[in-house]
Each structure stands twice: as structure tokens, then as C-alpha cells.
């Protein structure tokens, strides 16, 4: 799986508590995110009316916010056995199985949620991460598809959309959902990550270059600026999130400049951006260079297009954002 630039793989949407003061009142008087006392409070309820349904669905709510899932499952278990089409019920069960990795269990509970409401989102969304958990890629293409059809604006479908087609390589296709996630959310920057790195995956690095930009000046927008001078021979910087670092490089037409990030662990993954005088990005790689955890980053050979002050940016992708690496830049002038 291409974890990197897959960002909401783990996420699956759970339908809130809904502590219905019509149903138990004493649950008004305290902080409903207490969920200890909500589990408290449900459980005294249910001593005194074992079918109330909404105790029994606040308490499975409150024990999965708290991890205890399997405590949540048996709760659930009894909403439903209480009111067999209750499609909530069905989404947070399958929610329970699929934190304690029970997957196929859950696939199960979020395809009985949309049977019993075919246009509830949050099943579809939910199964579709499963599947992608699974390796399943064309079951959650399906299952993306008919979101964008149920809920146009729903993000996610472009998301695993676009996790779907680079997987399957289809990277044109990757770039388009991507294109469509940035459109709907363009101040969310981990779709300019993903498509800049479709881009960068079809060698259009000028293309991919801004992308990688947004990415790292929405995530890292501290600056550390290096001295010139000590970049002369390799050296070594620590990256930390929030930090990206910048050297500048004065080069003139026809220069070859090649820069290398080297990741010494795998609680990194450099990125390696150059911009030219305007502060424009013109090039970037990701994980050319290999190395641990193929993330090693490196603009090779890359010939100087004009005269003029340049800024290497060396941030972090979606790999890793704390930890040590080694950098070499070299500048073969022609002057």
C-alpha cells in the first residue's frame, strides 16, 4: 500500500453520540464528553429499563471513545437485536471491528447499514477505507464511485479515488481526482501532496513542483535558513515538523545543480524543492534517491535555466517529519 500520500487510510467516520435528553435526563446535567460517566449513567438506566435502545447506543458510543471496543460491539449487538434496521447501529459496530482489526466483520456491518439506507455516506466511506485496508482496490473504486454520485462534494471519494488509480499506476487519472479533492477542499494541503507526487510519478516535476510547495508551507511554515558556507561539503540537518529549511544558490545559465536529502532513519522522508528567483518552484523530487524506506529525495543533473538567485527548499512528504538527514549539494559552473 502507498501509504504515503494516503492520509485518511485509517479514518472511519463514527455517528456522534446522540444523548437524547427526551430519553434519559440526567444525561443534560454533565459534560456528555465525559464518557466514563456517560457509560456510568447508561449502565444505571439500563438497570431499571433493559430495552431502552438510546442508553444501550450512548453507552456503545462512550465505551468506543473510550477503546474499549469489544464492550461497544456487545452494546451495539443489543440496539440492534432491539431495532433490527438501524443503520447508525450497523456503521459504529462495523466502526468497532475495524479498530480491532476485524475487517471483514466490518465490511459486513457497513454494507448492512447502506441496505438499510442506501444513501447514508458514512458506511459507503467507511467501506471503501476497509477495502482499501484490505487490498481490495476495485471494490473501493466501486464504493467511491457511487458516493461521488450520492454526495458530489464529498472529498474522500476523490480521495480514495486518486489512492486507487496511483496503485493501480494510473497516474493521469490519480492527477484528475486529486484536481476534483483540491477544487472541493483547497485549503486541506494533503491534496496538493497527493497530486504532486502523481505528478512527480509521471516525471512532470515543474508540474509538481508547486504542489509539493503548498504542501510544505502549509505544514512546515517555520524557516531556518542554511549558510552558504557550510554547505560546501555534505552535512547533516535535523528536520522537525513544522520546520522546513532553505539555502540559497547563486547560479547562472547552464550550471548543473544536483542536491541530495538522505533520510539516516525512518522517521523521515525528504523533499527537496527548487525555486528560482521570483521564488517560483521549478523542480522537486521525493524519493528518487531510494535509501531507507525508498524516501530518499534527490535533484540530479538539473541544468540552471537563467541567471539568477535560487532557493533550495528541503522540507518533508508525508512519510516522516522528525529526524536526521544528510544533505550534498553540488553546483558544476560553467563560469
Not at 486529486?178 to 501532496?193: Q, R
Given at each position: 500500500?502507498?501509504w504515503?500520500?494516503?492520509?485518511?487510510?485509517?479514518?472511519?467516520l463514527?455517528?456522534?453520540?446522540?444523548?437524547q435528553a427526551?430519553?434519559?435526563?440526567?444525561c443534560t446535567?454533565?459534560?456528555?464528553?465525559?464518557?466514563e460517566r456517560?457509560?456510568?449513567v447508561c449502565?444505571?438506566?439500563?438497570?431499571n429499563d433493559?430495552?431502552?435502545?438510546d442508553a444501550?447506543?450512548?453507552?456503545?458510543?462512550?465505551?468506543t471513545?473510550?477503546g474499549?471496543y469489544?464492550?461497544?460491539i456487545?452494546?451495539?449487538?443489543?440496539v440492534?437485536?432491539?431495532?433490527?434496521?438501524?443503520?447508525?447501529?450497523?456503521?459504529?459496530r462495523?466502526?468497532a471491528?475495524g479498530?480491532?482489526g476485524?475487517?471483514?466483520a466490518?465490511?459486513?456491518?457497513?454494507?448492512?447499514?447502506?441496505?438499510?439506507?442506501?444513501?447514508?455516506v458514512?458506511?459507503?466511506l467507511n467501506?471503501?477505507?476497509?477495502y482499501?485496508?484490505?487490498g481490495?482496490?476495485?471494490?473501493?473504486?466501486?464504493?467511491?464511485?457511487l458516493?461521488a454520485?450520492i454526495a458530489?462534494?464529498?472529498?474522500?471519494?476523490?480521495?480514495i479515488?486518486?489512492?486507487?488509480y496511483?496503485e493501480?499506476?494510473?497516474y493521469?487519472?490519480?492527477v484528475d481526482?486529486?484536481?476534483t479533492?483540491?477544487?472541493?477542499?483547497?485549503?486541506?494541503p494533503?491534496g496538493?501532496l497527493?497530486?504532486?507526487?502523481?505528478?512527480?510519478?509521471l516525471?512532470?516535476?515543474?508540474?509538481?513542483a508547486?504542489?509539493?510547495?503548498?504542501?510544505?508551507?502549509?505544514?512546515?511554515?517555520r524557516?531556518?535558513?542554511?549558510?552558504p558556507?557550510?554547505?560546501?561539503?555534505?552535512?547533516t540537518?535535523?528536520?522537525?515538523?513544522?520546520i522546513?529549511y532553505?539555502l540559497?544558490?547563486?547560479?547562472?545559465?547552464g550550471?548543473?545543480?544536483?542536491?541530495s536529502?538522505v533520510?539516516?532513519d525512518?522517521?523521515?522522508?525528504?523533499?527537496l524543492?527548487?525555486?528560482?528567483g521570483?521564488?517560483?518552484?521549478?523542480?522537486?523530487d521525493?524519493?528518487?534517491?531510494?535509501?531507507?524506506?525508498?524516501?530518499d529525495a534527490?535533484?540530479?543533473?538539473?541544468?540552471?535555466?537563467?541567471?539568477?538567485?535560487y532557493?533550495l527548499?528541503?522540507?518533508?512528504?508525508?512519510?516522516?517529519?522528525?529526524?536526521e538527514?544528510?544533505l550534498d549539494?553540488?553546483?558544476?559552473?560553467?563560469?
Amino acid at each position: 500500500m502507498n501509504w504515503k500520500v494516503f492520509l485518511l487510510v485509517f479514518l472511519m467516520l463514527l455517528v456522534a453520540l446522540p444523548l437524547q435528553a427526551q430519553s434519559f435526563d440526567e444525561c443534560t446535567d454533565f459534560d456528555v464528553t465525559d464518557y466514563e460517566r456517560v457509560v456510568e449513567v447508561c449502565t444505571e438506566l439500563l438497570e431499571n429499563d433493559p430495552l431502552n435502545v438510546d442508553a444501550y447506543f450512548s453507552r456503545a458510543y462512550a465505551q468506543t471513545e473510550l477503546g474499549n471496543y469489544e464492550e461497544s460491539i456487545v452494546d451495539y449487538t443489543k440496539v440492534l437485536l432491539l431495532q433490527p434496521k438501524y443503520a447508525y447501529a450497523y456503521n459504529n459496530r462495523g466502526y468497532a471491528y475495524g479498530r480491532l482489526g476485524e475487517l471483514e466483520a466490518a465490511i459486513a456491518d457497513f454494507s448492512r447499514a447502506i441496505i438499510v439506507d442506501p444513501d447514508y455516506v458514512q458506511p459507503r466511506l467507511n467501506r471503501a477505507y476497509t477495502y482499501i485496508d484490505l487490498g481490495e482496490y476495485e471494490n473501493a473504486l466501486a464504493d467511491a464511485d457511487l458516493l461521488a454520485d450520492i454526495a458530489p462534494n464529498n472529498v474522500y471519494a476523490y480521495d480514495i479515488r486518486g489512492f486507487v488509480y496511483l496503485e493501480q499506476e494510473d497516474y493521469e487519472a490519480a492527477v484528475d481526482a486529486y484536481t476534483t479533492y483540491i477544487e472541493l477542499a483547497p485549503d486541506d494541503p494533503s491534496g496538493y501532496l497527493s497530486r504532486g507526487y502523481a505528478y512527480w510519478l509521471l516525471d512532470e516535476d515543474e508540474r509538481a513542483a508547486p504542489d509539493y510547495m503548498v504542501w510544505v508551507e502549509a505544514n512546515a511554515p517555520r524557516t531556518s535558513r542554511i549558510d552558504p558556507d557550510d554547505a560546501l561539503e555534505p552535512f547533516t540537518i535535523t528536520l522537525e515538523a513544522g520546520i522546513h529549511y532553505t539555502l540559497a544558490i547563486e547560479a547562472v545559465a547552464g550550471d548543473i545543480l544536483t542536491a541530495s536529502a538522505v533520510a539516516r532513519d525512518e522517521t523521515i522522508d525528504p523533499v527537496l524543492i527548487l525555486l528560482d528567483g521570483n521564488g517560483n518552484p521549478i523542480t522537486v523530487d521525493d524519493d528518487g534517491a531510494g535509501g531507507i524506506a525508498d524516501v530518499d529525495a534527490i535533484i540530479e543533473d538539473f541544468e540552471i535555466p537563467e541567471d539568477g538567485d535560487y532557493t533550495l527548499v528541503i522540507g518533508y512528504a508525508g512519510g516522516g517529519s522528525e529526524g536526521e538527514v544528510r544533505l550534498d549539494v553540488r553546483l558544476n559552473s560553467v563560469r
